[in-house]
């Protein structure tokens, strides 16, 4: 833990690719697909709605007829069931880990899909934490956290992380740690993660997936838009085919957590 403090002076770099303009068009609606597919619970869970009017400020409405299927890499296909309020859900199915999964949608007679490989599990080592002295970064002062993991020997692993602080997930785009291993393919990593400053009792948990790289690059193009010197308002690259808006992401996590004392 002592040594955290030295690797906080390190900053990450995570590359990010030209987007896509934003169409405000008042009479196009699009297709909004979130689905995630998390090994953790073997679990699949579908948010479909439709973009409502840009300037309206009503909320998007839910679809609620859709057709969702899911296909693994064997060509077996199961249906998501709807639940409720454009919610669709799928318990107990098990992953199988470097397998490519395909995620059907028809919606008003539109078939969106997209595919994406649930990777093998890369389980942390632990989560370190130091003091920070007060500073323009660290206000009045607290505690750092860092993610260790060992980086599989097989270049091309990409990790998002998550942490909680005393129960809350903080999963805003900003709060999301996304890493690649071309600096650190085959290494120990100890990855500080500049979210949050702790106090002492508090409780951190962290949440670290291994990602497909297509959903790496969609997070960064989004966390992009974030940025105040970004061109201009844009989506990210489509990962539906037909243009759906979203993403289909299978994933495992691995969690740690620790008090700070």
Aim: hydrophobic residues 40%; charged residues 20%; negative net charge.
């Amino acid at each position: 833990m002592k040594y955290l403090a030295l690797i906080l002076v390190l900053i990450a770099f995570a590359s990010c690719r030209k987007v896509i303009d934003v169409d405000l068009n008042e009479a196009n609606p699009a297709t909004v697909i979130e689905a995630n597919y998390t090994a953790e619970d073997s679990t699949i869970r579908v948010f479909i709605t439709e973009t409502s009017n840009f300037f309206s400020g009503d909320s998007e409405p839910t679809v609620d007829d859709a057709v969702v299927t899911i296909t693994d890499q064997a060509g077996n296909s199961q249906l998501v069931p709807f639940i409720s309020e454009g919610g669709y859900v799928l318990e107990n199915y098990i992953p199988a880990y470097g397998t490519t999964y395909t995620m059907t949608v028809l919606s008003d007679g539109v078939t969106y899909t997209a595919s994406c490989e649930m990777h093998t599990l890369i389980p942390q080592l632990g989560i370190l934490y130091d003091y920070i002295e007060p500073g323009p970064f660290s206000g009045d002062g607290g505690y750092g956290v860092a993610v260790s993991y060992n980086d599989p020997a097989a270049a091309g692993d990409f990790t998002s992380v998550l942490i909680s602080k005393n129960g809350y997930q903080m999963s805003g785009l900003n709060d999301i740690t996304l890493s690649d291993d071309q600096l650190t393919n085959g290494n120990l990593v100890i990855r500080p993660l500049f979210v949050e400053i702790f106090d002492l009792g508090d409780t951190v948990e962290i949440e670290l997936r291994t990602i497909d790289e297509k959903i790496y690059r969609y997070y960064n193009e989004l966390i992009s838009l974030t940025d105040p010197n970004s061109a201009a308002p844009a989506n990210p690259d489509y990962q539906w085919e037909n243009r759906a808006l979203g993403y289909f992401s299978a994933y495992p996590s691995s969690r740690q957590s620790v008090i700070i004392q």
